[in-house]
């Protein structure tokens, strides 16, 4: 059974960090693009950043360019999402999800988390 767990997630103030986890079971990530998308209330889900564990290409959005640094870990099957210098609009429910082909599209995934809620105080 292909499972994605996220955890990390926290509230925390603007200029700060997190580091967010997808621990991924059922599959190994050379098998699969992993993605990291975010969803604010009323806004839709939009894609953060994206890896190819097994090619290492990475591709982040621009709102975080040089904020954030997406990793993978083959040994502990997880796929982490360093975020720096956070600010308020980085606000979010942030999903990890795993497909087949990386894409910016959410559409392109096969599975999903449950999410982790990210929230910068300003």
């Known amino acids: 059974e292909v499972r994605l767990v996220e955890s990390g997630g926290g509230l925390v103030q603007a200029g700060g960090s997190l580091r967010l986890s997808c621990a991924a079971s059922?599959?190994?990530?050379?098998?699969?693009?992993i993605a990291w998308f975010r969803q604010a209330p009323g806004k839709e889900r939009e894609g953060v950043s994206c890896?190819?564990?097994?090619?290492?290409?990475?591709y982040y959005d621009d709102s975080v360019k040089g904020r954030f640094t997406i990793s993978g870990d083959n040994a502990k099957n997880t796929v982490y999402l360093q975020m720096n210098s956070l600010k308020p609009e980085d606000t979010a429910l942030y999903y990890c999800?795993?497909?087949?082909?990386?894409?910016?599209?959410?559409?392109?995934?096969?599975?999903w988390g449950q999410g982790t809620q990210v929230t910068v105080s300003s």
């Open positions: 059922g599959f190994t990530l050379d098998d699969y693009a």
């Open positions: 890896i190819n564990v097994s090619g290492g290409g990475t």
């Open positions: 999800a795993a497909g087949r082909i990386a894409s910016r599209l959410a559409g392109s995934y096969e599975y």
